[in-house]
């Protein structure tokens, strides 16, 4: 070398003068070794000292049978909405990090419930047979996927098991293939450290344990971080209602008489109202309850409530507890419910007039309106259910059940005589949020609520379908002033969406005409006339304003003509079409010269013995004109008679009404 030349950097040939694009020697044992990660990321640096020989040997060309996986989907198979459907996926081969999986890929969205291999889901409601097609995907331990689909074809809802026979001994019967799983009983706690129900008597603490005699209840979907999950099938909230008690399960001898016992008292109330509960799916419809969760929340009749609407404020709700009568004290006799759109819950009042005392003095000190309103509402001079106001207690929360004016000079601030007036209405609660305080609907009225079914459609208003049950009362609908918002379904603060749907509308009631169709008249201070005088009611009634509509729902029905019905109870819709359907579970008042379109039957259930009626009842199918909430008119029919028994002989019935 030439001193005077460059010093030459050393190289051993390394030099890219090639301009081929021909893969490289390098690149193409790179990308094995990835794919092959590693010798399956488990040889580490030794993998690497051996780079040269052993894994090259080793990974052999694409078709080695260790790079390839097959799957499979299972065969197509067929269904009915509603039912519940399983798919399992089977590999062969060696599978790679990422976990095998499942996936829609056509027809109307289904919810996959589960990860893996093995999913399910509950069939969608369809009008036609329509094909739903499920991919099962999985990768190798090479990055290769490969994937099968399967078909499962959805026809509409049907029954899918046999008939239950007839039985009459104290079990429960389900169809065959079905199981039942008891997971909450009266007294079961519903807080951490609560002992377990004893159920000798001896049990307290009942505003945290689950109360007595459960009746109407909706499932709410809980996510995994605990928010609203409307598709969440294997953790939620039950809520549910507590209608009643059965006394002598309660205490360990017999219920005090005369002066009830305080403790008696104050036990009683709470197995009364509402529970809220949540329950987890351990897998494969495994159910049971979680006592600890901190959703878990009971309301009683000792619950604070908010008054809302029309009726709120008024000098009818004013107590001793709420002067102002904008705020009450629990709930109480909750039968049916409802569900909104908006993720709360619809609990209803019942039959409340039943539980107050009115002393036979408290007649001299009423006005001729206020007895007439107690007379309508069935708050009669009684001692009230359980004789609870008989306790010698200072606590006004018992006390308040006497609903006797205390003197001629007393005011509604001093006694609790319009107590009745803050029961029977529809009372709305946020289940996801155990510190909110429910809200009682004023503007839905007050009656024997059974229930409230509510219907959100696209562009309408959102309707509620309530019936007051009792022989002889109304089927009414408050329609919201507020158009449905699809965004309202997933607000945060859900009482607020109820202030604007539920405090604000049209409430009505309905009249069937013989023809099978029918009208809404609306119960709008202003429009709805003086009730007429009657033998009952001499002096008719007259309203004072839209609070008193609310508060005399059942007067205001009178004025316009509604149509008395057989106990209107449960009300619940066909979110396909829109229907209505309302169950009238029976009347023993209905005679011959009672009977009416909607409700045609009167006799005796064994002919020769028994009262005169409609012991077994009926259902009623509505369908809105234009299938729409706001309608101010319908069609309806008969869609189902009950009857007690094959030989059961009805004297009077009618034909349905298309």
């Known amino acids: 070398m030439n001193e005077a030349d460059p010093a030459v950097t050393y190289t051993d040939g390394e030099v890219d003068v090639n301009d081929s694009t021909q893969r490289t020697l390098e690149s193409?044992?790179?990308?094995?070794?990835?794919?092959?990660?590693?010798?399956?990321?488990?040889?580490?640096?030794?993998?690497?000292?051996?780079?040269?020989?052993?894994?090259?040997?080793?990974?052999?060309?694409?078709?080695?049978?260790?790079?390839?996986?097959?799957?499979?989907?299972?065969?197509?198979?067929?269904?009915?909405?509603?039912?519940?459907?399983?798919?399992?996926?089977?590999?062969?081969?060696?599978?790679?990090?990422?976990?095998?999986?499942?996936?829609?890929?056509?027809?109307?969205?289904?919810?996959?419930?589960?990860?893996?291999?093995?999913?399910?889901?509950?069939?969608?409601?369809?009008?036609?047979?329509?094909?739903?097609?499920?991919?099962?995907?999985?990768v190798s331990t090479f990055g290769e996927s490969a994937s099968a689909t399967t078909t499962i074809r959805v026809s509409p809802a049907a029954l899918g098991f046999a008939a239950v026979a007839h039985f009459t001994g104290d079990a429960v019967v389900v169809p065959e293939g079905y199981t039942v799983t008891v997971v909450t009983r009266l007294g079961d706690p519903l807080a951490q450290g609560l002992a377990a129900y004893k159920n000798d008597g001896t049990d307290t603490d009942f505003d945290k344990r689950v109360g007595d005699h459960h009746d109407g209840l909706v499932y709410f979907g809980l996510s995994a971080a605990g928010g609203v999950d409307a598709a969440s099938s294997t953790r939620g909230l039950l809520v549910q209602n507590h209608e009643n008690i059965t006394q002598k399960y309660l205490h360990a001898a017999a219920p005090s008489t005369?002066?009830?016992?305080?403790?008696?008292?104050?036990?009683?109330?709470?197995?009364?109202?509402?529970?809220?509960?949540?329950?987890?799916?351990?897998?494969?419809?495994?159910?049971?309850?979680?006592?600890?969760?901190?959703?878990?929340?009971?309301?009683?009749?000792?619950?604070?409530m908010d008054f809302h609407g029309p009726a709120a404020g008024s000098a009818m709700l004013r107590t001793q507890y709420s002067p102002e009568g904008t705020r009450g004290r629990g709930t109480i006799n909750n039968c049916a419910n409802g569900m909104t759109g908006w993720n709360t819950y619809l609990t209803c009042e019942e039959n409340y007039a039943g539980y107050f005392r009115r002393d036979v003095s408290d007649d001299a000190l009423r006005t001729p309106r206020e007895l007439a309103s107690l007379r309508r509402n069935g708050v009669a001079s009684r001692t009230g259910s359980y004789s609870w106001s008989s306790a010698n207690t200072t606590n006004t929360a018992i006390k308040r059940w006497n609903a006797t004016i205390s003197s001629a000079t007393a005011t509604s601030a001093d006694d609790y005589r319009y107590e009745m007036n803050q029961m029977g209405w529809v009372v709305e609660i946020d289940p996801y949020n155990p510190n909110s305080t429910p809200r009682k609907r004023t503007a839905l009225g007050r009656f024997g609520h059974e229930g409230a079914f509510v219907r959100v459609a696209a562009d309408q208003k959102v309707g509620f379908y309530m019936g007051d049950d009792s022989g002889g009362e109304y089927l009414y609908k408050f329609v919201s002033a507020a158009t449905w918002a699809a965004?309202?379904?997933?607000?945060?603060?859900?009482?607020?969406?109820?202030?604007?749907?539920?405090?604000?509308?049209?409430?009505?009631?309905?009249?069937?005409?013989?023809?099978?169709?029918?009208?809404?008249?609306?119960?709008?201070?202003?429009?709805?006339?003086?009730?007429?005088?009657?033998?009952?009611?001499?002096?008719?009634?007259?309203?004072?304003?839209q609070a008193d509509i609310c508060v005399n729902t059942r007067f205001a029905g009178d004025a316009v003509g509604a149509t008395p019905m057989d106990r209107p109870e449960w009300t619940t819709g066909n979110p396909v079409t829109g229907e209505i359907y309302l169950t009238l579970t029976n009347n023993s008042g209905r005679s011959p010269t009672t009977t009416n379109a909607p409700n045609p039957r009167s006799y005796q259930n064994n002919p020769g013995t028994g009262s005169q009626g409609n012991p077994n009842g009926h259902i009623v199918r509505i369908r809105e004109d234009g299938d729409t909430t706001s309608a101010l008119t319908f069609r309806w029919d008969i869609y189902m008679f009950g009857v007690d028994r094959p030989t059961t002989r009805a004297t009077r019935t009618s034909t349905s009404r298309a």
């Open 28 to 138: 193409m044992a790179a990308e094995r070794y990835s794919r092959r990660q590693a010798m399956f990321r488990g040889a580490g640096a030794t993998t690497m000292a051996f780079m040269g020989t052993g894994l090259l040997a080793a990974c052999g060309d694409d078709d080695d049978d260790r790079g390839q996986i097959s799957v499979t989907a299972g065969e197509n198979a067929a269904t009915s909405s509603g039912r519940v459907v399983n798919l399992t996926g089977t590999v062969t081969g060696l599978v790679g990090d990422t976990a095998p999986s499942w996936k829609q890929t056509s027809g109307p969205s289904a919810t996959l419930m589960g990860t893996g291999s093995s999913v399910s889901f509950i069939a969608p409601a369809v009008a036609t047979a329509t094909d739903l097609v499920f991919t099962y995907t999985a």
């Open 258 to 304: 005369g002066a009830r016992l305080e403790a008696e008292v104050v036990k009683e109330m709470n197995c009364h109202g509402v529970s809220i509960v949540e329950y987890n799916d351990a897998g494969g419809r495994k159910w049971s309850y979680n006592q600890n969760s901190a959703f878990n929340r009971r309301i009683t009749p000792f619950t604070p």
């Open 487 to 545: 965004a309202d379904a997933n607000a945060a603060d859900r009482l607020a969406i109820g202030d604007k749907y539920m405090d604000n509308g049209t409430l009505y009631a309905a009249v069937f005409n013989p023809d099978g169709t029918g009208a809404w008249k609306p119960l709008v201070y202003g429009q709805v006339p003086p009730r007429a005088p009657s033998t009952s009611y001499p002096d008719g009634y007259t309203f004072a304003d």
